[in-house]
T-cell receptor, first 115, second 117 residues
Framework: AQSVTQLGSHVSVSEGALVLLRCNYS??????LFWYVQYPNQGLQLLLK??????LVKGINGFEAEFKKSETSFHLTKPSAHMSDAAEYFC?????????????FGTGTQLKVEL | DSGVTQTPKHLITATGQRVTLRCSPR?????VYWYQQSLDQGLQFLIQ???????AKGNILERFSAQQFPDLHSELNLSSLELGDSALYFC????????????????FGPGTRLTVT
């Protein structure tokens, strides 16, 4: 079954520092992978998606992710953290099931940005 | 703003009661998905509808049901509510069609926070 694992339920960085949020997937076929962000008391907002067109995917708000098949990883990075990046981040894989599909989410990583 | 709307934003009800959550997808999207977010279970897929038909089912309780109407809005019905049903319920929609459902991203609404007392 396709699933994702997010390492680190909480990550803390200083403002201006590199952000690295880890996601590993398990899949027997090339997956469709997504990163979503959830700000407090809000819904999920799509940051970026991987659909096999390119291994380095650029998203909104300066985030990007690199698909590495050899490591089964899809880590999310941002060169310089901003206070407004503080939120919870979810990695997800899209999976065909029956006649439809669904997103299977990781457990989330809470990002804290400190001055 | 994702273009997906959900009502109500908050719902407080008692155990044993029944509630209906409503979702309007983005204009033109045929797929609607329902997810539950709770502290102990995380984000869990409940059910998917595509153009009025049920297409995929997750770990949705028998007390829960959903439907998608001809105008493509969807409703999630939760009955015989228990304390453990307290959670955030999200609706999402997608432009995916045919064999490409999994390729398309899902856009999430702001959620309905259900509190069962």
């Amino acid at each position: 079954a396709q699933s994702v694992t997010q390492l680190g339920s909480h990550v803390s960085v200083s403002e201006g520092a590199l952000v690295l949020l880890r996601c590993n997937y398990s899949s027997s076929v090339p997956p469709y992978l997504f990163w979503y962000v959830q700000y407090p008391n809000q819904g999920l907002q799509l940051l970026l998606k991987y659909t096999s067109a390119a291994t380095l995917v650029k998203g909104i708000n300066g985030f990007e992710a690199e698909f590495k098949k050899s490591e089964t990883s899809f880590h999310l990075t941002k060169p310089s953290a901003h206070m407004s990046d503080a939120a919870e981040y979810f990695c997800a894989v899209s999976r065909i099931t029956g006649g439809g599909n669904k997103l299977t989410f990781g457990t989330g990583t809470q990002l804290k940005v400190e001055l | 703003d994702s273009g997906v709307t959900q009502t109500p934003k908050h719902l407080i009800t008692a155990t044993g009661q029944r509630v209906t959550l409503r979702c309007s997808p983005r204009s033109g999207d045929l797929s609607v998905y329902w997810y539950q977010q709770s502290l102990d279970q995380g984000l869990q897929f409940l059910i998917q509808y595509y153009n009025g038909e049920e297409r995929a089912k997750g770990n949705i309780l028998e007390r829960f049901s959903a439907q998608q109407f001809p105008d493509l809005h969807s409703e999630l019905n939760l009955s015989s509510l228990e304390l453990g049903d307290s959670a955030l319920y999200f609706c999402a929609s997608s432009a995916g069609t045919g064999g490409y459902l999994a390729y398309y991203e899902q856009y999430f609404g702001p959620g309905t926070r259900l509190t069962v007392t």
